[in-house]
């Protein structure tokens, strides 16, 4: 092991190559622990590869042509239109490979819940309406009710960033991992990817031994899953398929086999869950084909005019929103993740707070930084037989992004949500909840509305806010 010194002289002679050597200007002020974490941190970064992000040499998407040859993908509506195949042969299909084991979860949990006032990892966050449940076991209570009802084992990845990795590991660990067996639960990290200096390139450093670092957005889960021993369990454990959500939705079907039995009847390597927009310009990615290739194009790059223009019926022509709910098959996760350009980055202008020559702490006020990130669904261009998947916003998209006051994506509005489908699932048997109440189903009760159809009474009325759990008695 090189003494300091040599660990110096190495990392010097590499940074000083692609004019970055400044990020050790602190060395002789701190300690061996700490030159430890920046030697690590400086090794983990592709300079090559940043050189070229900083260049600006990475290919650019032409926006403006894409929308122009922009044209709705491949689809099966809410209804069941547009496919070969029913949905209730896709749902047998989809139950069959769920039943042969060949389903696992991945559940992307990086974020803090800092946008809602909530200092902790957002899966913790409570969202049940009556009891308070958080999105953590919300997705927890789904998956052994799946279990219990296809007699299987669901391995669950639970992908974590920097920020929120000790205390989901501590959150599971305390609580039990949520009833789920631990020997089915692997958490992981996902990766990380430098800031640099908006105007000059330069890596910033966040602390004297410390770069300024941030997650690598959510595509970094095809890395991250290689990385760490995730995508080879799968594969040994007979797992073909991946479910893959992100953790702030709610209302998301977690290995739905009605969508999962659409990806296999499509015989797609890809396949992603849409809402319907409600409107034209709606803050989603647009899911459409252009060249036979499925591909999203975010609402920021959309010109007006293609997002307004409509078909002979008068509806939107590029109608699917993209709501991060996908299933993918392992063996495309192998074949991208051995591809190091198989996920271009995407850059954004941030505030970044950084140390100075001086060692003096700045905080912007103003975007200073370029970060860069990688986004999963841009997997879908290279997907054979990309396909896509209407749900009803009602049904299955109910995101907690927003604190109380916004006018959308609030936790408020989730639980809302949450407790409209589950009475819509007590009227269509029979039942009646009165105005005002709240009600919440888990799936440990019933998973879905004929399940719960045989549980209670056609003509039971629910008069206050009422919690439908394991233990209830009708």
Known sequence: MPDQNEKFDELHNRLKAHQQEHVL???????????????????????????????????????AAMAKAAAPPPSVNAEGSGANWTVAEARQRGEQAIRDGQVGAVI????????????????????????????????????????????????????????????THAYFKEHDYLGLSPNDVVIFKQGTMPAVDAETG????????????SPDGHGGTVAALQRSGCLQEAKDRGVRQLAYIQVDNPLAHLCDPTLLGHHLMAESEMTTQVIRKRYATERVGNVVSIDGQVQIIEYSDLPDSAAEATDQEGQLRLWAGNIAVHIIDVDFLQRASDS????????????????????????????????????????LPQAKNAFVAEVLPCQGFAPVKNAEGAATDTASLARQAISELHQSWIESSGGVVDSGVQVEINPLFAINPEELSGKISPKMQVQTDRYFDTLSRL
């Open 340 to 379: 190091s350009d198989a996920l271009p980055f995407h850059r954004a202008r941030k505030k970044v707070p950084y140390l100075d020559a001086a060692g003096l702490v700045h905080d912007p006020a103003q975007p200073n930084a370029t970060k860069f990130e990688r986004f999963i669904f841009d997997l």
């Open 108 to 167: 992307v949990a990086g974020g803090q819940g800092t946008r809602l006032g909530f200092p902790q990892p957002k899966g913790m966050f409570p969202i049940g309406p009556v009891s308070n449940r958080t999105l953590f076991q919300f997705f927890a209570d789904r998956l052994i009710a799946i279990q219990q009802a296809y007699s299987v084992k669901i391995p669950l990845f639970v992908m974590t960033s920097e920020a929120t990795d000790d205390e």
């Open 25 to 63: 200007r602190f060395w002789d002020e701190i300690s061996d622990s700490q030159r430890k974490q920046l030697a690590t941190q400086i090794e983990e970064v592709d300079l090559v590869q940043l050189d070229a992000l900083i260049a600006g040499q990475d290919a650019e998407q032409d926006f």
């Open 202 to 213: 330069k890596l910033l450093l966040a602390e004297k031994d410390s770069l300024a670092l």
